[in-house]
């Protein structure tokens, strides 16, 4: 069974960075594009950050020059460095992942990590 895990949510102080995590766990055979999305209370999710397999970078606007996607294939992991958070980016963050595991190409996601961002 395939399972996206999240780790690195917390609270910090407006102008403050957190890293997240998002490590793939299960019998996978390739992984395609990873990224995080956010959803904050009481607005729709949104695409925060992705990367593709090839190492291709798509980023929201709110986000560019603060926050910086990667991931460690061999570890099956995708990160996120968060600098010079707001209190806008206070939300839920999501990992979602297109991969091929034993039953064939799914999207999956995360439970999410809670980022609260005090001002």
């Known amino acids: 069974q395939v399972q996206l895990v999240e780790s690195g949510g917390g609270l910090v102080q407006s102008g403050g960075s957190l890293r997240l995590s998002c490590e793939a766990s299960?019998?996978?055979?390739?992984?395609?594009?990873m990224g995080w999305y956010r959803q904050a209370p009481g607005k729709e999710r949104e695409l925060v950050a992705v990367i593709t397999s090839g190492g291709s970078l798509n980023y929201a606007d709110s986000v560019k020059g603060r926050f910086t996607i990667s991931r460690d294939n061999a570890k099956k992991t995708v990160y996120l460095q968060m600098n010079s958070l707001k209190p806008e980016d206070t939300a839920v963050y999501y990992c979602n992942a297109d991969l091929f595991s034993v039953v064939g190409l799914r999207n999956y996601w995360g439970k999410g990590t809670l980022v609260t961002v005090s001002s």
């Open positions: 299960g019998i996978i055979l390739k992984i395609n594009d």
